[in-house]
Protein backbone atom coordinates (compact mmCIF):
# COMPACT_ATOMS: atom_id res chain seq x y z
CA UNK A 1 0.00 0.00 0.00
CA UNK A 2 0.71 3.61 -0.61
CA UNK A 3 2.48 5.88 2.06
CA UNK A 4 2.92 9.70 1.89
CA UNK A 5 4.47 11.26 5.38
CA UNK A 6 4.66 15.36 5.11
CA UNK A 7 5.77 15.31 8.90
CA UNK A 8 5.80 18.82 9.02
CA UNK A 9 2.11 20.21 10.08
CA UNK A 10 2.77 23.57 9.91
CA UNK A 11 5.67 25.95 9.38
CA UNK A 12 5.98 29.83 9.85
CA UNK A 13 9.00 31.85 8.16
CA UNK A 14 9.92 35.54 7.62
CA UNK A 15 9.43 36.75 3.86
CA UNK A 16 12.33 35.83 2.00
CA UNK A 17 13.02 33.22 4.05
CA UNK A 18 14.06 29.98 1.80
CA UNK A 19 11.89 27.15 3.45
CA UNK A 20 11.75 22.96 2.43
CA UNK A 21 8.51 20.72 2.67
CA UNK A 22 9.59 17.39 3.61
CA UNK A 23 7.72 14.30 1.77
CA UNK A 24 9.13 10.64 2.29
CA UNK A 25 6.85 8.01 0.60
CA UNK A 26 6.83 4.51 0.35
CA UNK A 27 5.78 2.21 -1.94
CA UNK A 28 6.29 -1.70 -4.05
CA UNK A 29 5.72 -0.10 -7.28
CA UNK A 30 8.87 -0.24 -9.54
CA UNK A 31 7.52 2.62 -11.69
CA UNK A 32 5.69 5.37 -10.16
CA UNK A 33 4.61 9.14 -10.08
CA UNK A 34 5.05 12.21 -7.00
CA UNK A 35 3.62 14.99 -7.33
CA UNK A 36 3.19 18.19 -5.27
CA UNK A 37 0.24 20.32 -5.27
CA UNK A 38 -0.16 23.86 -4.04
CA UNK A 39 -3.58 24.23 -2.29
CA UNK A 40 -3.82 28.26 -1.30
CA UNK A 41 -6.80 29.67 1.02
CA UNK A 42 -9.03 29.83 -2.11
CA UNK A 43 -9.14 26.50 -1.75
CA UNK A 44 -8.48 24.96 -5.56
CA UNK A 45 -5.63 22.64 -6.06
CA UNK A 46 -3.13 24.24 -8.45
CA UNK A 47 -0.13 21.49 -9.86
CA UNK A 48 3.11 22.44 -9.35
CA UNK A 49 5.16 19.37 -10.29
CA UNK A 50 4.80 15.92 -11.29
CA UNK A 51 8.42 13.16 -11.07
CA UNK A 52 8.88 10.18 -13.10
CA UNK A 53 10.39 7.25 -10.79
CA UNK A 54 13.28 6.93 -13.04
CA UNK A 55 14.19 10.52 -13.32
CA UNK A 56 16.06 11.37 -10.25
CA UNK A 57 17.16 14.87 -11.75
CA UNK A 58 16.34 17.61 -9.49
CA UNK A 59 14.15 20.52 -10.88
CA UNK A 60 14.69 24.11 -10.81
CA UNK A 61 11.32 26.40 -11.41
CA UNK A 62 11.83 29.92 -10.66
CA UNK A 63 11.91 30.47 -7.15
CA UNK A 64 11.13 26.74 -6.57
CA UNK A 65 12.89 23.23 -6.28
CA UNK A 66 12.52 19.98 -5.97
CA UNK A 67 15.04 17.51 -4.83
CA UNK A 68 14.29 13.78 -5.74
CA UNK A 69 16.38 10.79 -3.90
CA UNK A 70 15.22 7.25 -4.45
CA UNK A 71 17.35 6.12 -1.90
CA UNK A 72 15.90 7.67 1.19
CA UNK A 73 12.69 7.69 -0.80
CA UNK A 74 12.05 11.53 -0.64
CA UNK A 75 10.79 14.13 -2.81
CA UNK A 76 11.59 17.70 -1.03
CA UNK A 77 10.67 20.69 -1.94
CA UNK A 78 11.94 24.03 -1.73
CA UNK A 79 10.84 27.97 -2.00
CA UNK A 80 13.67 30.23 -2.18
CA UNK A 81 13.15 33.87 -1.14
CA UNK A 82 9.64 32.92 0.30
CA UNK A 83 6.96 35.44 -0.55
CA UNK A 84 3.29 36.14 0.92
CA UNK A 85 1.95 34.47 -1.91
CA UNK A 86 3.40 31.40 -1.13
CA UNK A 87 0.85 31.02 2.07
CA UNK A 88 -0.56 27.85 1.24
CA UNK A 89 -1.24 23.68 2.41
CA UNK A 90 0.90 22.33 0.05
CA UNK A 91 0.47 18.34 -0.72
CA UNK A 92 2.68 15.51 -1.56
CA UNK A 93 1.18 12.76 -3.81
CA UNK A 94 1.83 9.35 -4.93
CA UNK A 95 0.53 7.60 -7.80
CA UNK A 96 -1.37 4.82 -7.22
CA UNK A 97 -1.65 2.32 -10.24
CA UNK A 98 -4.69 0.34 -9.99
CA UNK A 99 -5.39 -3.67 -11.61
CA UNK A 100 -7.63 -1.64 -13.79
CA UNK A 101 -5.25 0.58 -15.21
CA UNK A 102 -6.58 3.80 -13.38
CA UNK A 103 -3.64 5.48 -11.81
CA UNK A 104 -5.05 7.34 -9.01
CA UNK A 105 -3.19 9.68 -6.05
CA UNK A 106 -2.46 9.05 -3.13
CA UNK A 107 -1.99 12.30 -0.84
CA UNK A 108 0.03 13.18 2.12
CA UNK A 109 -1.75 15.16 4.82
CA UNK A 110 -0.23 18.50 4.01
CA UNK A 111 2.19 20.96 5.23
CA UNK A 112 0.43 24.74 6.10
CA UNK A 113 2.92 27.21 4.96
CA UNK A 114 2.52 30.80 6.32
CA UNK A 115 5.00 33.42 5.19
CA UNK A 116 5.03 36.45 7.26
CA UNK A 117 5.57 39.54 6.22
CA UNK B 1 -11.93 25.57 -21.92
CA UNK B 2 -13.59 25.61 -19.03
CA UNK B 3 -11.35 22.24 -17.81
CA UNK B 4 -13.35 20.70 -14.77
CA UNK B 5 -16.48 21.89 -13.59
CA UNK B 6 -18.06 21.14 -9.81
CA UNK B 7 -21.46 22.04 -8.78
CA UNK B 8 -22.73 23.25 -6.54
CA UNK B 9 -19.58 24.37 -4.62
CA UNK B 10 -21.95 25.26 -1.11
CA UNK B 11 -24.10 22.86 0.14
CA UNK B 12 -25.62 22.55 3.65
CA UNK B 13 -28.41 19.32 3.97
CA UNK B 14 -30.09 18.01 6.81
CA UNK B 15 -29.05 14.52 8.05
CA UNK B 16 -30.81 11.94 6.01
CA UNK B 17 -31.19 14.06 3.07
CA UNK B 18 -30.52 12.96 -0.38
CA UNK B 19 -28.42 15.25 -2.99
CA UNK B 20 -25.88 15.12 -5.83
CA UNK B 21 -22.83 16.65 -6.78
CA UNK B 22 -22.12 16.97 -10.45
CA UNK B 23 -18.60 16.73 -11.86
CA UNK B 24 -17.99 17.53 -15.96
CA UNK B 25 -15.09 18.05 -17.73
CA UNK B 26 -14.28 19.22 -21.45
CA UNK B 27 -10.89 18.12 -21.77
CA UNK B 28 -12.23 14.54 -23.18
CA UNK B 29 -10.41 12.97 -19.97
CA UNK B 30 -11.18 8.73 -19.62
CA UNK B 31 -10.53 8.92 -16.53
CA UNK B 32 -12.28 10.83 -13.65
CA UNK B 33 -12.29 10.43 -9.83
CA UNK B 34 -13.82 12.08 -6.67
CA UNK B 35 -12.03 12.86 -3.98
CA UNK B 36 -13.08 14.47 -0.22
CA UNK B 37 -10.76 16.31 1.48
CA UNK B 38 -11.05 16.84 5.43
CA UNK B 39 -9.10 18.95 8.10
CA UNK B 40 -5.73 16.85 8.87
CA UNK B 41 -6.32 14.15 6.61
CA UNK B 42 -5.69 15.39 3.07
CA UNK B 43 -7.68 13.98 0.09
CA UNK B 44 -9.00 10.61 0.00
CA UNK B 45 -10.27 8.49 -2.70
CA UNK B 46 -14.07 7.95 -2.82
CA UNK B 47 -14.29 6.54 -5.94
CA UNK B 48 -13.50 6.92 -9.57
CA UNK B 49 -13.99 5.96 -13.41
CA UNK B 50 -11.74 4.18 -15.87
CA UNK B 51 -14.21 5.38 -19.01
CA UNK B 52 -17.91 6.11 -19.75
CA UNK B 53 -20.42 3.50 -17.88
CA UNK B 54 -17.38 2.37 -15.58
CA UNK B 55 -17.19 2.90 -11.81
CA UNK B 56 -14.94 1.64 -9.23
CA UNK B 57 -14.30 2.05 -5.30
CA UNK B 58 -11.56 4.19 -3.78
CA UNK B 59 -10.31 4.10 -0.05
CA UNK B 60 -13.29 5.14 1.24
CA UNK B 61 -16.87 4.27 -0.95
CA UNK B 62 -19.12 3.66 1.75
CA UNK B 63 -22.38 6.05 1.75
CA UNK B 64 -21.52 7.56 -1.97
CA UNK B 65 -22.74 6.06 -5.01
CA UNK B 66 -21.59 7.33 -8.55
CA UNK B 67 -22.26 7.39 -12.33
CA UNK B 68 -20.43 7.76 -15.40
CA UNK B 69 -23.24 8.04 -17.77
CA UNK B 70 -21.65 10.18 -20.03
CA UNK B 71 -17.71 10.44 -20.95
CA UNK B 72 -17.78 14.04 -19.91
CA UNK B 73 -19.54 14.04 -16.42
CA UNK B 74 -19.25 11.93 -13.70
CA UNK B 75 -21.44 11.85 -10.73
CA UNK B 76 -21.54 11.57 -6.77
CA UNK B 77 -24.62 10.88 -4.70
CA UNK B 78 -25.45 10.64 -0.86
CA UNK B 79 -28.47 8.55 -0.36
CA UNK B 80 -29.27 9.21 3.33
CA UNK B 81 -26.20 12.26 4.01
CA UNK B 82 -24.49 11.82 7.66
CA UNK B 83 -22.85 14.66 9.82
CA UNK B 84 -19.37 12.31 8.60
CA UNK B 85 -20.16 13.56 5.40
CA UNK B 86 -19.42 16.87 5.66
CA UNK B 87 -16.23 17.51 3.52
CA UNK B 88 -14.57 19.02 0.67
CA UNK B 89 -15.22 17.10 -2.07
CA UNK B 90 -12.89 17.49 -5.37
CA UNK B 91 -13.74 15.92 -8.64
CA UNK B 92 -10.35 15.42 -11.27
CA UNK B 93 -9.64 14.09 -14.29
CA UNK B 94 -6.82 12.66 -16.55
CA UNK B 95 -5.96 10.99 -19.40
CA UNK B 96 -5.47 6.81 -20.03
CA UNK B 97 -1.86 7.58 -18.84
CA UNK B 98 -0.78 10.88 -16.59
CA UNK B 99 0.15 13.26 -18.29
CA UNK B 100 2.93 16.01 -17.62
CA UNK B 101 0.19 18.14 -15.54
CA UNK B 102 -0.99 14.91 -13.76
CA UNK B 103 -4.73 15.82 -12.97
CA UNK B 104 -7.00 18.21 -13.32
CA UNK B 105 -9.01 19.15 -10.27
CA UNK B 106 -12.41 21.16 -10.05
CA UNK B 107 -12.87 24.22 -7.76
CA UNK B 108 -14.13 21.73 -4.82
CA UNK B 109 -17.64 21.31 -3.20
CA UNK B 110 -17.90 22.53 0.19
CA UNK B 111 -20.95 20.31 2.08
CA UNK B 112 -22.34 20.70 5.31
CA UNK B 113 -24.59 17.96 6.58
CA UNK B 114 -26.29 19.20 10.05
Known amino acids: AQKVTQAQTEISVVEKEDVTLDCVYETRDTTYYLFWYKQPPSGELVFLIRRNSFDEQNEISGRYSWNFQKSTSSFNFTITASQVVDSAVYFCALSDLKDDGANNLFFGTGTRLTVIP | NAGVTQTPKFRVLKTGQSMTLLCAQD?????MYWYRQDPGMGLRLIHYSVGEGTTAKGEVPDGYNVSRLKKQNFLLGLESAAPSQTSVYFCASSYLLSGRNGYTFGSGTRLTVV
Open chain 2, 27 to 31: MNHEY
